[in-house]
């Protein structure tokens, strides 16, 4: 294929995911940036129809021809039943979303799926491209293993993929930096990304990402359980194939052979009857809780709240802040604006923006950040670091420290939690508002803001008429808010089937204590109990331990955490480093092993033989006694046990996992998850 057709293949790509983001945004008459031809979950996909002549065991299945060959990274057994075909790029945050999914599939169907990857940088991501041709260098220098750990580098750091970020990258990986200098100069390996996006366009997968499981295509970041209904029946297929005499090794190709080379045409769709997509609860009450000093303009005794969730970066954003200015203007006594702070990952210059603005308000409060606001939104092309600081210093905030913010990411804690917050209620776009507790989305014109205060406004002055005190008003609205996203039927849908009263409890699982197990919180008698089952090479393990630090801040005694192995079976070196962790505890008890613990996770990416030894060394256990339980293995069934008891109790679970009381919570969830948990069980 000629680079002139792949270029024109690829701009074909983004003027069809473009149509769809405008179409998504402008649906309700209102923006909202949630990345154009990124799918996210349950995105746009096109309709799939059947293919003629199917070959054995394809049933009337749809299926898509999609090759693979060693061109292309993998991860499981190449005679898998089953075959993951993803179209993927490093910039975009729905792919990386739906990587603990993936985690989780390996790990349940150990041996029966492999994960194949096939580039699509999406070309609004200015750094994808260039992502994707170290990780494809990374694959020609070191083959899977290599590629995986770059591909991993790169989705932890999504926000820093500039030139010298992934020279770092490929440093830590241990590439030929002369060679990966090279490919990144000469744009090696764009032939193969531009095939794969070639490839990717002809089978009408625009979005990232993409998955086609045996030929059949899901996508978007999908949750586990539509990847799971595929996997399943493809699998029931497969073995069928396998007992009529396929070799495994061969499954593959037979399901595929006669797959679709391009879209299923809509005539060719089964005749089914249209639902209605569910929508979101216009009239839904959110518990949006504001803790802590936040930027506000209006007085606090407002009887209307607007919570605007907002990133300096997004166009919709800075044309909704006149609709802003012109509340506040005809409601001065009633209306007050408080913001949250939600960079998209996919604006480059929109964290430190965001880093700086905090800092604002926290060397100057309110006057100081709502300056900085109007300049920033003034600006938004140009948010430099030069020009962040060069409006610091007009503005009179202190440099020293200004500086210090933007090179530590001093508060990246702060609006992680506000992004954590709102992502809960199911407000991931901006600019989103909640105008109390009720979520708007969207640059939605004035006329919808207004209707929404007015209505607001006559509820909040009943309220006060009947006894409850201004400042109060906000409190009480939220009081018994949701804190998950809530959903009515669209018009026409067909009406639900009966359902209980109440919905059944959750399933609790039980699994036993061990006697004798690394701990933190309450030594004994602790009302709840919290097994962590984790895997010291898993990323997502490791993001989640400043959130199991809040926890035991807040709830001290009343919880205990508890520690349980879970090496995933892909991770090389995680089993190993689970036993070596058991021999820091055997030696030293729990102060040994919570700091062997933290020095696993901050070194992830040197877990071989020689990196444990030297971190026992660090922490002062006894090298004879340590290299010799790792020699025997000494350890090594009671980490085998951990994932034993998991599966007696049968549950079926990725890493991080968490049972809480016997409650399962999986996955690095925010605070606000664990405490909705930790609350239920504290009330029981």
Not at 68 to 90: M, N, R, Y
């Amino acid at each position: 294929m000629s680079r002139g057709s792949a270029i024109i293949a690829i701009m074909i790509a983004f003027v069809g995911g473009f149509a769809i983001g405008q179409i998504t945004g402008s649906k309700d008459g209102g923006g909202e940036e949630v990345a154009a031809v990124e799918l996210g979950r349950g995105g746009p996909a096109p309709s799939a129809a059947g293919a003629a002549a199917p070959a054995e065991g394809a049933g009337d299945v749809v299926r898509y021809r999609v090759p693979i060959t060693a061109d292309q990274p993998s991860k499981g057994p190449a005679d898998a039943l089953v075959s993951i075909v993803v179209w993927s790029e490093f910039q975009c945050p729905f792919c990386a979303r739906v990587l603990p999914t993936l985690s989780r599939i390996q790990n349940e169907y150990r041996g029966q799926v492999r994960v194949v990857w096939r580039n699509n940088p999406l070309p609004f991501h200015q750094e994808a491209t260039p992502a994707a041709i170290l990780a494809m260098e990374a694959f020609e220098q070191g083959g899977a293993d290599k590629f995986w750990q770059v591909h991993d580098l790169l989705f932890e750091n999504q926000r820093a993929l500039g030139r010298e970020d992934l020279e770092r990258y490929a440093q830590q990986a241990g590439l030929n930096m002369q060679q990966v200098r090279a490919a990144l100069d000469n744009q090696e390996h764009k032939d193969k990304i531009d095939a794969d996006q070639a490839l990717a366009n002809s089978l009408g997968a625009r979005g990232t990402p993409a998955f086609f499981i045996n030929g059949v295509q899901l996508m978007g970041a999908q949750p586990f359980e539509a990847f799971k209904e595929v996997i399943d029946r493809e699998l029931a297929t497969a073995r069928a194939m396998v007992q009529r005499g396929t070799p495994a090794a061969q499954v593959y190709a037979n399901l595929i052979r006669d797959g679709r080379t391009s879209p299923a045409p809509a005539a060719d769709a089964p005749e089914r009857p249209q639902q209605p997509q569910r929508q979101p609860d216009p009239n839904a009450v959110y518990k949006v809780e504001l803790s802590g000093p936040l930027p506000q303009r209006g007085p606090n005794d407002a009887l209307v709240t607007i919570v605007e969730v907002s990133d300096f970066e997004c166009p919709f954003c800075s044309r909704v802040e006149p609709t802003i200015d012109r509340l506040l203007e005809e409601y001065p006594r009633d209306v007050r604006v408080v913001w949250l702070n939600n960079p998209l990952p996919f604006h480059r210059n929109a964290g430190p923006a965001h880093q700086l603005a905090v800092e604002a308000f926290e060397q100057g409060g309110n006057e100081k950040f709502w300056r900085l606001h109007k300049i920033l939104f003034e600006n938004q092309r140009e948010l430099t670091r030069e020009n962040l600081e060069r409006w610091a210093q007009e503005i009179g905030l202190n440099m020293a420290r200004v500086r210090s913010v933007l090179d530590n990411n001093t508060h990246a804690r702060v609006i992680e939690q506000q992004q954590e917050l709102v992502r809960g209620f199911g407000a991931t776009g901006t600019p989103s508002f909640f105008i109390n507790g009720r979520n708007l989305r969207g640059a939605q014109p004035y006329e919808r803001f207004k209707a929404m205060v007015d209505e607001e406004l006559a509820k909040a002055r009943a309220l006060v008429e009947r006894g409850t005190p201004r400042n109060r008003v906000y409190a009480t609205i939220i009081a018994s808010g949701a804190t998950e996203p809530q959903f009515i039927d669209a018009p026409g849908a067909a009406a639900p089937a009966a359902q209980p009263s109440a919905p059944p409890a959750p399933e609790r699982y039980e699994i036993p204590v061990p006697r004798n197990a690394p701990t933190k919180g309450a030594a004994r008698g602790a009302r709840v109990v919290i097994q962590e089952f984790s895997d010291f090479e898993c990323p997502f393990c490791g993001r989640v331990n400043p959130t199991l630090r809040q926890i035991l801040d807040e709830y001290g005694n009343r919880v205990q955490i508890i520690w349980r192995n879970y090496p995933l079976p892909f991770h090389q070196n995680a089993h190993l480093a689970s036993q070596a962790a058991m021999e820091a505890f055997r030696q030293g008890g729990n102060d040994k092993f919570w700091a062997y613990h933290d020095l696993l996770f901050e070194n992830q990416r040197a877990m071989a033989r020689a990196d444990l030894e030297r971190y026992a060394e660090q922490i002062g256990l006894n090298m004879a006694q340590f290299r010799a339980a790792l020699d025997s293995e000494r350890h090594k069934a009671a980490v085998d046990e951990d994932m034993a008891a998991v599966e007696r109790a049968g549950a079926r679970i990725g890493t991080p996992s968490f049972f809480i009381n016997g409650r399962l919570l999986q996955g690095a969830q925010p605070f606000e998850a664990f405490k909705r948990e930790i609350d239920a069980a504290l009330a029981e």
